[in-house]
């Protein structure tokens, strides 16, 4: 059974960083591309990220790029999101799938930028 567990999610202030985590199991974590997502309320979830299956390939959305960064531990079966410089407009739950995505999704982590 496919499963993520997120964390690290919290409150943070504008301009602050904050590094998630995304234990993943029940597939060949090594073999699968992995990709960051969020919601923020009221709002559909949108990609926020991909890492390739080895880790030397990233490609962020626009509005993060420059901001967050992706990376990932085979041997640990997890993917990791740094965020840095992190705008009101970044609350959202995070969540990560693989790729192609599974429809089990994690229960997500949520991060707060706020004053």
């Known amino acids: 059974q496919v499963q993520f567990v997120e964390s690290g999610g919290g409150l943070v202030q504008p301009g602050g960083s904050l590094g998630l985590s995304c234990a993943a199991s029940?597939?060949?974590?090594?073999?699968?591309?992995m990709s960051w997502y969020r919601q923020a309320p009221g709002k559909e979830r949108e990609l926020v990220g991909t890492i390739s299956f080895a880790g030397g390939n990233t490609n962020l959305v626009r509005s993060v790029n420059g901001r967050f960064t992706i990376s990932r531990d085979n041997a640990k079966n997890t993917v990791y999101l740094q965020m840095n410089s992190l705008k009101l407009e970044d609350s959202a739950v995070y969540y990560c799938?693989?790729?192609?995505?599974?429809?089990?999704w994690g229960q997500g982590t949520q991060v707060t930028v706020s004053s």
């Open positions: 799938n693989r790729v192609p995505g599974v429809a089990s």
């Open positions: 029940g597939f060949l974590f090594s073999r699968y591309p």
